[in-house]
């Protein structure tokens, strides 16, 4: 997740969600087994604040907190997508 193209946490297993079902708010949706892999308190410091147990987490949170990326904002909180439109398959009829 970034604020203002700085990323300042980092969460994984989001690939399942759900909406909140709340009326009005379709654009809301919680992730279940999302796991936070890491967070930052301070952007003039960057150090991860969270204390992931899967070292791979550990490794992609301190590659990304703190750098600036593009990114997609749908509100004050954006999100950055871990793999490229190039890393994707090509779907039939491209």
């Known amino acids: 997740m970034t604020v203002a193209g700085f990323v300042v946490a980092v969460l ?3 690939q399942e969600w759900e909406a909140d079902g709340t009326v009005g708010t379709t654009g809301r949706y ?3 087994k999302a796991r936070l892999a890491g967070y930052l ?3 003039t410091a960057p150090a991860n604040t969270a204390d992931p147990t899967d070292p791979e987490y550990a490794r ?3 590659l990304l907190l703190g ?3 593009p990114s997609v904002s749908g509100g004050p909180i954006a999100y950055v997508p871990t793999t490229t439109t190039a890393d994707q398959p090509a ?3 491209e």
Do not use: C, N, S, V
């Open 12 to 14: 994984t297993g989001i």
């Open 67 to 69: 750098t600036r990326l």
């Open 60 to 62: 992609l949170a301190g």
């Open 91 to 93: 779907t039939e009829g």
């Open 30 to 32: 919680r992730f279940p």
């Open 41 to 43: 308190t301070d952007l």
